[in-house]
């Protein structure tokens, strides 16, 4: 010890910091700043890039307090599950503190990530206005900003790079946004504004393609007819990410084999999405970009049914990455077995969510094909009609490689579809195959023994989500004790009461957040909890038929609908709305 | 024990409040008032403050916490489960009571839920001894459900009443609903020709314009024209009959029509595309002889398309 303090005073700061440049994770620097006093100072003069993963765990004093020099910021808000309407819109989020905050400490902002935040056009506007060299601007499942707001970003932010636009709930304003990019402006390198609804200046979008050589993505919306595309796309032949807007028109005719040729040129495109409106016929025109694709988004194109999506994926022999809607049936999945060898990452998404029972959904069938023919796969998220506990356990010994396990039946507590028993057995073997699994979404009938299993294995776990499953308290004391990295638990309408939510405190304190909702946790169990913990956020959502009168201080029997908890620095967020109690 | 009993019996149990706790626990057998308790079709108004007010009372204990919550309202699918499932497993959750058939938040209220009171009811009363009526109503009205599948479309499923089931981001479910109501499921319609021995049927939805339409038929009724019928026939063949058969329907022997929403027998191609697959009921290739007035016009607009 004695010595290596003595050599490490023999390094001077400089190179010191030339060392801090290499490390890029977050997680790494974050680890340095923990070693000494002086490496922490040093650290914190020399970061960049900065992740909050939860906008209410720090405020933006502390942030730039600490990193005066922050040039990139990603900040998440909501908790996930607002992601389904489980929480209200307007409890907060907003990013204008954290952009109002850095404007006026000098920050010189370049990058901007938000997730599920509440951005205004005010937002948006003073932040194109502030930092004159802001480059990237990264927006997911964000609201509360119209067209109005990018009509700002695009007149002022003069070395824009990214603009990145995903499944925004976004307000269109009819206003020509597109155009507002000035003619000056030849930086853009990433533009993706598929999640808009409304019309766009085609002739604008054709002339900003052309005078910008260095994109590589581009995703317009629906839009943007096939024959606008074809041009758009002659002027960017170096592209490698495409989306692309409606894909309709007669398969025979000129535009469409113009379309084909002008796609054998951009023979860099790796990723490809879109299809929002798609006339299925016209998907040969793309056969020549699938030699090379590594990843493949058809997710929102319901209207291309299965054979047309076995032909065309049997042509993606180098895919890593493949959304998908359940259309494609298990007799897809079997082709893409066949094919996509490398393939990493699966999605597949429920495709008829108002119909009666989907005959064309994915059974256990489909995600054994592909663990069978897909070695390589270690994402995987996948909404069923149907599970059962020996293709899980087929699926655990053939891909032992999952970070990623997200499975959702879409009636939450169906049991195994040919035993009748519930699925513990079958997660049980994920958890126990997968040493380096992160993130877990379990569903179907599930009892106390599959979080036995989950606290005995997943120990890289760090994220987990739960509906519908459970017996008792039990199966929450298991998680608990059991997965020492858990960072993120989220659970609805599992019968975990306060012995449960109680039994250790200190866990949260490790945790970055913990949701419960119609579980069984009552008001006065809460209040315990945020009396004993000061460095936790325990905040009740009271709404809906759970309703209490604000000025009557509720039973403390009285059972919680909606519990969510963070750890954080800074105390009982000012900016909580009126249904938002912290306790 | 009939699963149905079993899940009654489990609910009697749970369903008590420490006041009526005398008179649920032999339950089983007179069980009518017990079951005028039991929220099934959750349809009064359980509210949460009394729910957590048997919860104090009661000890914690696993079995007797999750039967409260049984008693609690949610958000569910009615008759959720499979048909096998009630023979073999008896939950200690019984679905049938997590799921109780309520008004969404959206307010999105199933009309199934009305024919499940309606039909609850008439089974109760046509059933004086009715120990386990209710269950068995919701299995029978749930198994109609699956066989009459068409019955169910009226209704909204009961996948969308869950809020937040399935866990899918409302953009994409917004957006997929807007896209799939353009994109319609298949559009089979029959397709008769004068003169063949049986109709086929065609999707429209495979087909982008009148053109491709015409290709599809001329392939599927090649085989009567000339007379060779065998199953898939060789290609050289189906060339032939390919060609043959544009001659014939671009000449004057065939005409194609359709029959539309109100009945009337229609040319086909007078209308866009899109509408056309909207109103087009069935098709018919009619003889030019039998299209009489049609076929000078057929003749012309064959051409015309030529």
Not at chain 1, 100 to 129: F, P
Not at chain 1, 135 to 158: H, P, Q
Not at chain 2, 21 to 29: A, E, I
């Amino acid at each position: 010890m004695c010595l290596f303090r003595d050599m490490m005073s023999y390094f001077p700061e400089e190179v010191l910091e030339h060392v801090f440049d290499f490390l890029t994770s977050h997680r790494d620097r974050n680890a340095v700043s923990l070693v000494c006093k002086s490496w922490y100072s040093l650290e914190r003069f020399s970061r960049e890039k900065v992740f909050i993963g939860n906008c209410y765990a720090v405020n933006p004093e502390r942030l730039i307090a600490r990193f005066p020099r922050v040039r990139s910021l990603t900040l998440k808000g909501k908790p996930h599950f607002a992601d389904f309407n489980l929480v209200p819109h307007d409890w907060g989020g907003d990013v204008y503190p954290w952009i109002e905050a850095m404007t006026k400490n000098g920050i010189n902002l370049e990058e901007l990530r938000l997730k599920r935040m509440l951005v205004s056009d005010e937002s948006l506007e003073l932040l194109a206005k502030s930092f004159p060299n802001f480059k990237s601007l990264v927006l997911v499942s964000c609201e509360g900003f119209t067209t109005d707001g990018l009509a700002a970003i695009a007149s002022n932010c003069r070395f824009l790079r990214e603009l990145d636009l995903q499944e925004n709930e976004v307000d269109d304003r009819k206003g020509h946004w597109l155009s507002c990019f000035p003619d000056s402006c030849t930086s853009l390198v990433s533009l993706n504004f598929a999640c808009l609804k409304g019309e766009v200046n085609v002739a604008a979008l054709e002339r900003l393609v052309a005078r910008c050589h260095n994109l590589r993505s581009l995703r317009v919306n629906h839009a943007v007819p096939l024959e606008a595309l074809q041009k758009i796309l002659v002027k960017a032949p170096q592209i490698n990410d495409l989306g692309t807007g409606s894909f309709v028109h007669d398969p025979d005719s000129e535009t469409s084999k113009k379309m084909k040729n002008t796609l054998e040129n951009c023979k860099s495109v790796r990723s490809l999405s879109g299809f929002l409106d798609v006339n299925p016929h016209c998907l040969p025109a793309v056969y020549p970009i699938c030699t090379d694709l590594t990843s493949l988004n058809l997710s929102y194109a319901p209207g291309i049914y299965s054979n047309e999506l076995i032909k065309l994926i049997c042509h993606c022999k180098k895919l890593e990455r493949l959304w998908i809607l359940d259309t494609i049936g298990d007799k897809g999945l079997g082709a893409v077995a066949s094919t996509c060898k490398e393939l990493q990452e699966l999605r597949v998404f429920p495709s008829d969510l108002y119909g009666a029972d989907n005959a064309a959904a994915v059974t256990e069938e489909g995600l054994v094909s592909i663990s069978a023919g897909c070695p390589k796969l270690n994402s995987l998220l996948y909404f069923c009609q149907q599970m059962t506990n020996a293709a899980l356990i087929t699926v655990a010994k053939n891909c032992p490689n999952f970070i990623r396990f997200r499975l959702c039946t879409l009636n939450p507590v169906i049991p195994d579809a040919v035993t009748n028993l519930p699925l513990d057995e079958g997660f049980g073997a994920i958890v126990q195959s997968c040493k380096g699994l992160k993130r877990l979404s379990v569903s179907g009938r599930l009892t106390d023994q599959v979080f036995l299993y989950i606290g005995m294995y997943a120990e890289q776990l760090e994220m987990l989500s739960i509906a519908f499953a459970g017996d008792s308290d039990k199966g929450m004391l298991y998680v608990l004790n059991g997965c020492k990295k858990l960072k993120k638990l989220e659970i609805r309408d599992s019968p975990f009461g306060n012995a449960a939510l109680l039994s250790d405190m200190g866990k949260y304190e490790t945790m970055r957040s913990l949701w419960m909702s119609s579980c069984e946790v009552t008001y006065g169990a809460c209040k315990t909890l945020a009396e004993k913990m000061p460095t936790l956020n325990v905040e009740i959502i009271n709404e809906g038929e759970d309703q209490v009168e604000a000025s009557s201080s509720p039973d403390a029997r009285h059972r919680v609908e909606k519990m969510y908890l963070y750890r954080t620095l800074v105390g009982p967020r000012r900016d909580a709305p009126d249904f938002v109690w912290t306790l | 024990m009939s699963p149905p009993l079993l899940g009654i019996e489990g609910h009697n149990q749970a369903n008590v409040s420490p006041m009526a706790s005398s008179s649920s626990t032999d339950c089983v057998s007179q069980n009518v008032s017990c079951l005028k308790e039991r929220n099934y079709l959750g349809l009064s108004d359980c509210s949460s403050v009394d729910s957590s007010t048997v919860m104090l009372t009661v000890p914690a204990d696993p079995k007797s916490n999750l039967n409260l919550k049984a008693t609690e309202l949610r958000l569910g699918l009615p008759g959720s489960h499979s048909p096998g499932r009630e023979s073999e497993f008896s939950p200690l959750i019984d679905e049938k009571q997590l799921f109780p058939l309520i008004p969404s938040k959206d307010g999105i209220f199933s009309s199934g839920n009305k024919r499940g009171f309606a039909d609850t009811v008439n089974a109760f009363s046509s059933r004086p001894a009715g120990t386990h009526t209710k269950t068995e109503v919701a299995s029978q009205e749930c198994n109609n459900n699956k066989i009459n599948g068409s019955n169910i479309s009226s209704a909204p499923s009961a996948k969308a009443q869950v809020v937040g089931w399935p866990p899918i981001r409302s953009f994409r479910k917004n957006t997929l609903a807007t896209t799939s109501k353009k994109n319609d499921d298949v559009i089979f319609v029959k397709v008769s020709m004068d003169g063949a021995p049986y109709l086929r049927k065609v999707d429209l939805r495979t087909c982008a314009t009148y053109q491709e339409l015409s290709s599809a038929l001329e392939k599927m009724f090649s085989c009567f024209t000339i007379g060779q019928c065998g199953p898939e026939g060789a290609p050289s063949r189906e060339v032939l009959s390919e060609s043959k058969l544009r001659d014939i329907l671009h000449g004057s022997e065939y005409v194609l029509t359709y029959e539309d929403k109100d009945g009337d027998w229609m040319l086909v191609g007078d209308v866009p595309w899109e509408m056309f697959i909207s109103s087009c009921k069935r098709l018919k290739i009619m003889k030019g002889s039998d299209a009489i007035g049609l076929a000078p016009r057929a003749l012309e607009k064959s051409k015309n398309r030529n």
